[in-house]
């Protein structure tokens, strides 16, 4: 199953930075959110990525939305990974890889690196933008444009 756009995030849980439970649950119904899979911690451009969703965080939260990222690193190497560069938003590890085949998400390049999907979801749930593009920089851009016109 792909979510796309109009449908419904399912509900979710998985082990944050700091080792917690996160439940989609406890912010679904509140604020928006973005939740953005990406491939892997310290690479390149998903650290240009996170880097980027960071010095754009105020601009999120002006809008009332929340950050989350996604990938298969383990909860430690995310907390490396976030405390090295001042992450302000939560990290979700996903080991078992259970959330990127819950949500749908391709891998790229002929099937060999995990896919670099962004969702932008109201706060109601309904998934209102999916962007797929290796380019890490500008999934920030179309999540902003998109909670703008919210």
Known sequence: MV??????????????????LFESQSVIGKKPLVIYFYPKDNTRVCTEQACSFRDQYQDFTALGAEVIGISSDSVRAHQRFAKQYQLPFLLLSDANKKLRNLFGVPNDLLGLIPGRVTYVVDREGVIQLVFNSMLGKIHIQKALEMLKSM
């Open 3 to 20: 979510l796309k756009v109009g449908d419904s995030i399912p509900h979710f849980s998985a082990l944050d930075t700091n080792g917690i």
